[in-house]
């Protein structure tokens, strides 16, 4: 009788695939398009025109698709580096449960098929803006440079603060100073809400051997660094009031959220060295997240009450 070889069997056998569906949406890293969705929605009510209802829905249905595709890139990309960060060691492909091969592929499809929907509901201006948004996230950022320099956030920062122009983009054709703004508030938000997480994460981010700024440049420096940028977010915040395109209760409430943020920041700045604790940095990184829906949903609500009610603001 000829012995049967069960390991040639077992490797001919293909493999069953343990992804769910919640695998593939954990892809698309869905509270950074949470706040894409926020951001690009302020942008395109923000921005002058009209826009059909329906293609406004498909448009960003579009700009929120092109932000998932960018974030399963990233996370086939940066796999080997999840892997060995407790934050991030259960994503699904450093996890196992979704293949290196199928990330790739599923954030190839959305990031195509995002970009296409886009020019053909809104148009190829707006299309060509998500590709580079794309392309700056995933190859630029993820590929390039995350792994190479301190200034990986700041640059990261950008490619996280082009929604609202997209969005502005989708109904203009264009870009304008106020699209800008939106981006200038994101961008400047990105690195201190980052390096405070990263103060209190030093050694995940060391284990993974990304060159964060508290890694390199040390604790001191990172918090005159966060500190120097909430002094410029501040008052960047409170710009749309300024410039007209939000009302008075935008401009006092952004005005109180910013004075808060420098607030906690400015303790961040007053930690003592070697503080294992790291509380001023954990309230500041808490803050840091409502500051930034905050300030868009109440510009958002200042726009839909303005258009709704013929009011200036409120």
């Known amino acids: 009788m000829t012995a049967i070889d069960v390991s040639a069997i077992d490797q001919d056998r293909p493999t069953i695939s343990l992804a769910e569906p919640s695998d593939y949406l954990a892809l698309l890293k869905p509270r950074v398009m949470s706040l894409v969705v926020l951001t690009a929605v302020t942008g395109f009510l923000a921005a002058p025109g009209h826009v059909h209802p329906v293609l406004a829905v498909v448009s960003l249905f579009a700009i929120a698709l092109g932000a998932g595709g ?26 196992g449960r979704v293949s290196p091969g199928s990330a790739l592929a599923f954030g190839l499809s959305l990031s195509i098929f995002s970009v296409l929907l886009l020019g053909l509901a809104a148009n190829w201006f707006a299309a060509s803006f998500l590709a580079f948004t794309i392309a700056f996230y995933a190859v630029f950022y993820t590929m390039g440079l995350k792994r190479r320099t301190v200034q990986n956030i700041v640059i990261g920062g950008a490619a996280g603060a082009f929604p609202p122009m997209v969005a502005w983009s989708a109904v203009t054709g264009n870009v304008s100073l106020e699209s800008f703004v939106l981006f200038l508030i994101i961008f400047l938000w990105t690195p201190p809400h980052f390096w405070a997480l990263a103060m209190f994460k030093m050694k995940d981010y060391g284990a993974a051997g990304i060159p964060m700024l508290p890694n390199v440049a040390g604790e001191r420096s990172t918090r005159r660094h966060i500190f120097a940028y909430s002094l410029f977010l501040a008052p960047v915040g409170v710009l749309p009031f300024v410039l007209g395109f939000a009302g008075p209760v935008y401009g006092a409430i952004s ?26 940095a954990k309230k500041l990184f808490g803050f840091s997240i409502v500051y930034l829906f905050a300030i868009f949903a109440l510009l958002l609500a200042d726009i839909v009450l303005a258009r709704g009610f013929g009011l200036h603001g409120f």
């Open 70 to 95: 960018s974030g399963a890139l990233n996370m086939w990309y940066d796999a080997d580096i999840d892997r060995v960060m407790k934050r991030t060691a259960q994503r699904p492909v450093p996890a």
């Open 255 to 280: 005005l109180l959220l910013g004075a808060n943020f420098v607030r906690l920041a400015y303790r961040v700045l007053g930690m003592p060295d070697n503080d294992a604790a790291m509380i001023p």
